[in-house]
């Protein structure tokens, strides 16, 4: 029996329409087993998160556990990564531990008489044991109920099938091979099976779900781990604390499960408005005094002024280190070290301003510095700031003006004294091994020691060196097999002394070649695992959304016990090149989302592409994904066919509200192979600058005047 597919949607909007009740937004922070957002059990929902809401998600029954990170990209569009383990599935493995990537999108919003309907493919990115595919429509029914029925394909489609459309391939673990693969000539084939549910909001903080599921869990019941006795399920959720929500179910008569679901929205603020101290107000001139150039002629009182303006900036944390005075303009060089947000440090650059310079300063012109070298010029007229101190800071952006420096000129001279700067850090942090099938989690925790000097006119020197404090990467057991050159692989040879390590020793140059062009060569020990030259230049015009970088460089492989030595470049499985490099196109699309793409040599000698997408936010944070193809066959590449993962960048100021630049980011791969690797290098020229350009600075404005 088949069924077309131009009648699938009309027949899934029938079955939750004809209720033709008001409609609602259909957002919900209650996510199903599948850590996917939604109401139900197993069963998908039309339902989305909160714009942003990122979510983790820890589902259990007897033998089974699946673990979910679901991040909501946009309104209508949610992707999840989820690691599961299945006790006894397979001979092979006592527990099979397998990695998979979800995405669902909203075609239509619920209306007052139709419903929200999605489209969804579970594990298209993974070995398929979970795979499916759906299309489901939501309709809430008054404010506590919402009633979901949809169609499903693969695991979704194996129990109540009300037909079929073309050939599905069965999932068996022979044909898995060496999995992370897309398989679309799957996709929304084979048998469909009919499901729904509903849930029921008892109180604000208890809900009831009950469905009818249309997965017969085929798979593991072949393996005779799991029993079916009826296709209902159902489950009591409660909220017992906000986006924190635990929950009991009922599977198929037979399982009963819990789940824990937290979730952290980036855009909000635990700490509502921040904790710094309030910005200096704005000192307004009195209109006589503005006629008065006397002081411009005197070197004691340009001397004063200067002095008083390093102070009044030292007071927010602001470094002063650059200067030039006019009689009716002031040019000011900042270094900003402690605001995340750059247009913060703008705003109280400028109001320093108006207490420290002589009234007869008008044109305010603020070159904005980064590793040494001038980014971009913001220049305001002292009345406007005066008179929209209290004002929207919308009208405090109408008044700016960017530039960028070299085009501007009229730089400001050095400040004398201001150079070699220095700072250090001691601090405890972990390293972390995910996915080893014999121990899905490891880790060491160990304590850094790291300085940096900044020695001027962009010359940067950074080191650091730890030591493991405890842990237990030296008792992974698991080296590589690779085919190619041994890149990244051998990671767990690293971990395997307790002594000290170098973990880089780097000298850098950053340097302006023309208007809209940087440049950098770094040299030393670039990471922990590969010591080198790095050089880069890149083009970025202050007002662009677009950038277009080159990087080349020239590595050798370091020891494994981390001291100074390096490695010969020969390694079991081939030779590692000296040379690797990449250009790049960065696209701003506004909005928070960004774009980058890499294509040119990685790290063992193959060719290929990088695309990566991230969505940041006005405080900090970033969530993104990537994904690399080379050259590389998938056999070649080994377990994961290719490489991929997703980021996460959280802003420590967010999370105390005390202005830092410091943001940790987390990088999470189902696999760490050798494929499609690159080295690290720390301050590279996009993040390096882009802070300081217009579209980056405007994205934070609100921020002006706090």
Known sequence: MTIRLRNILGAVAVMTGATGASANDLVTTLTNNYGTPGGLIDMPTAEMAPDAQLSTTIAYFDGFSKTTLSFQVAPWLTGSFRYS?????????????????????????????????????????????????????????????????????????????????????????AGVGTGGDVSISNWFK????????????????????????SDSYDTERRAGIFEQ???????????????ANLRAYVLHGEEIGVSLAIAINPRGMPVPGGLEPAPLPVAVRDPDAARDLGWADQPAA??????????????????????????????????????????????????????????SVEDFHVTLYAKGIPASTVSFSRTDIERLEHKASDEALAAATFRDSLRFGNLPEPV?????????????????????????????????????????????????????????????????????????SDAARFAQSDAPRVDWLTLSKYHRLAPDYYGRITLGYLEQMYAGVSTEVLWRPVDSRIAIGAELNYVRPRDFDGDFGLRDSNTVSGTIPDFNG???????????????????????????????FDREFANGWKVGAFATKTDVSAQDFGEGSFDKGIRITAPISWLFGKPTQQAPTAVIRPLTRDGGARVNVTGRLYETVRNSHERDTVASWGKFWR
């Open 85 to 173: 383990g299945t006790k006894d599935l397979t001979p092979q493995f006592d527990i099979f531990y397998d990695r998979s990537f979800d995405l669902r999108f909203r075609l239509f919003k619920e209306t007052e008489y139709s419903p929200a309907i999605a489209v969804g493919l579970q594990d298209f990115l993974g070995t398929g044991v979970l795979g499916a595919e759906y299309i489901v429509a939501t309709k809430s029914v008054g404010s506590r109920l919402r009633v979901t029925a949809g169609l499903g394909w693969g695991r979704f489609g194996s129990n109540n099938s009300i037909g079929g459309f073309g050939t599905r391939t069965p999932f068996n673990f």
């Open 190 to 213: 084979g048998d469909i099976g009919l499901f729904g549910g509903f849930s029921y909001n008892v109180s604000d903080k208890l809900t009831f779900a009950l469905e009818y599921s």
């Open 229 to 243: 006795s009826t296709a209902v399920n159902a489950s009591l959720n409660y909220e017992f604390a906000p986006d």
């Open 302 to 359: 340009r001397a004063q002024v200067a002095k008083s303006l390093e102070e009044t900036l030292a007071l927010d944390q602001i470094d002063l280190i650059r200067l030039r005075l006019e009689g009716r303009a002031a040019y000011v060089g900042i270094q900003n070290e402690t605001y995340d947000r750059t247009s913060q440090a703008l705003g109280r650059t400028v109001r320093a301003m108006t207490r420290a310079l002589p009234a």
């Open 416 to 488: 004398l004294g201001k150079f070699p700067r220095y700072g250090w850090s001691i601090f405890p942090f972990t390293r972390v091994s995910l996915f080893d099938p014999d121990e899905p989690l490891r880790f060491d925790v160990a304590l850094r020691l790291q300085g940096q000097a900044e020695l001027g006119r962009g010359w940067v020197a950074r080191a650091a060196t730890s030591v493991k404090l405890f842990g237990n990467l030296d008792q992974s057991n698991r080296f590589s097999n690779s085919r190619i050159p041994r890149v990244r």
């Open 582 to 612: 990449h250009a790049s196109v960065y696209y701003d699309f506004g909005g928070g989302y960004h774009a980058q793409v890499d294509a040119g040599r990685y790290l063992a000698g193959d060719w290929g592409v990088t695309i990566g």
